[in-house]
């Protein structure tokens, strides 16, 4: 069976770092495009990075540019996002999301057959 969980999700103050984790069961990352999305209570779903499927090419939008990275760990299967300098427009339930056999990404929803069932991520004070 085809899984992604997501892990590493918390309350954390402005201006500090966390790092999630999407780890893959029933089939490997490699050769497999991942992606973040976000979604908070009344907004629309946000895709804030994806990575293709050999790691070459990277993506985010100008809101996370800068201060969020993801990078994968094929060995582990597992993809991470590395968060740091957060702010409060930041807190939103976190999904990663795939599309295997792929070699480049997207942050558009549509693109992947595969999610997660998401994180909370909290930036408050």
């Known amino acids: 069976q085809l899984q992604l969980v997501e892990s590493g999700g918390g309350l954390v103050q402005p201006g500090g770092s966390l790092r999630l984790s999407c780890a893959a069961s029933g089939f490997t990352l490699g050769y497999t495009a991942i992606a973040w999305f976000r979604q908070a209570p009344g907004k629309e779903r946000e895709g804030v990075s994806c990575?293709?499927?050999?790691?070459?090419?990277?993506n985010y939008p100008d809101s996370v540019k800068g201060r969020f990275t993801i990078s994968r760990d094929n060995a582990k299967n597992t993809v991470y996002l590395q968060m740091n300098s957060l702010k409060p427009e930041d807190t939103a339930i976190y999904y990663c999301?795939?599309?295997?056999?792929?070699?480049?990404?997207?942050?558009?929803?549509?693109?992947?057959?595969?999610w997660g069932q998401g994180t909370q991520v909290t930036v408050s004070s």
């Open positions: 999301a795939a599309r295997k056999y792929s070699g480049g990404c997207s942050r558009l929803g549509s693109f992947y057959d595969y």
């Open positions: 990575i293709s499927g050999r790691g070459y090419n990277t």
